[in-house]
């Protein structure tokens, strides 16, 4: 069964940093394309970042210069460090394996875990 | 970016009602458009691929159907487990690969 286990999350104020960790099993994390998707409190799905084809990355601009995503294959665990954090940073992130069955899918994802930025 | 629109945003339904959400296209993706469900404190998953194809364990009774544009997630006989917001999301183009807004249905 494949799996997805964030950790990391939790409450920093605005210009601090912290780094999420999601850890995977039944497939490698360099494998497949693999990404960090948030959902603000009450709001819709935000694609944030992906890893693909060797260490390809994507950001979206709200968090470019910010945030880095990175993996590692001996601890099988996909990461997100994120610097420089603002108030609306503010949500619930959520890792997946992005694999490719005719398209691109998110599936599985792991529970999700919550960012808080608030003085 | 490719913007993806749902309607309708919210929807009531009673248990055994057919069930249709809509999601529309800025331009055309073709078939490159995803289904997912997410219940109240839970990650989404994903209920459909390629616009019609059922993922592994996903209920008949969900069904999607659409090209181009206009795409349609079909639920054809609610049950109380089916209670959900509902996205869809396309992966047609280079990145960012975009979600709709969301369609949430609840209990009438």
């Known amino acids: 069964e494949l799996q997805l286990v964030e950790s990391g999350g939790g409450l920093v104020q605005p210009g601090g940093s912290l780094r999420l960790s999601c850890a995977a099993s039944g497939f490698s994390v360099t494998s497949d394309y693999m990404s960090w998707v948030r959902q603000a409190p009450g709001k819709g799905l935000e694609w944030v970042s992906v890893i693909y084809s060797g260490s390809r990355t994507y950001y979206t601009d709200s968090v470019k210069g910010r945030f880095t995503i990175s993996r590692d294959n001996s601890k099988n665990t996909l990461y997100l460090e994120m610097n420089s954090l603002r108030v609306e940073d503010t949500a619930v992130y959520y890792c997946?394996?992005?694999?490719?069955?005719?398209?691109?899918?998110?599936?599985?994802w792991g529970q999700g875990t919550l960012v808080t930025v608030s003085s | 970016d490719i913007q993806m629109t749902q309607s309708p945003s919210s929807l009531s339904a009673s248990v055994g009602d057919r069930v249709t959400i809509s999601c529309r296209a800025s331009?055309?993706?073709?078939?490159?458009l995803n289904w997912y469900q997410q219940k109240p404190g839970k990650a989404p998953k994903l209920l459909i691929y390629s616009a019609s194809t059922l993922r592994s364990g996903v209920p008949s009774r969900f069904s999607g159907g659409g090209s181009g544009t206009d795409f349609t997630l079909t639920i054809s006989s609610l049950q109380p487990d089916d209670f959900a917001i509902y996205y869809c999301q396309q992966s047609y183009s280079t990145l960012p690969w975009t979600f709709g807004q969301g369609t949430n249905v609840d209990i009438k």
């Open positions: 997946t394996r992005v694999g490719y069955t005719e398209i691109f899918t998110a599936d599985p």
């Open positions: 331009q055309s993706i073709s078939n490159f």
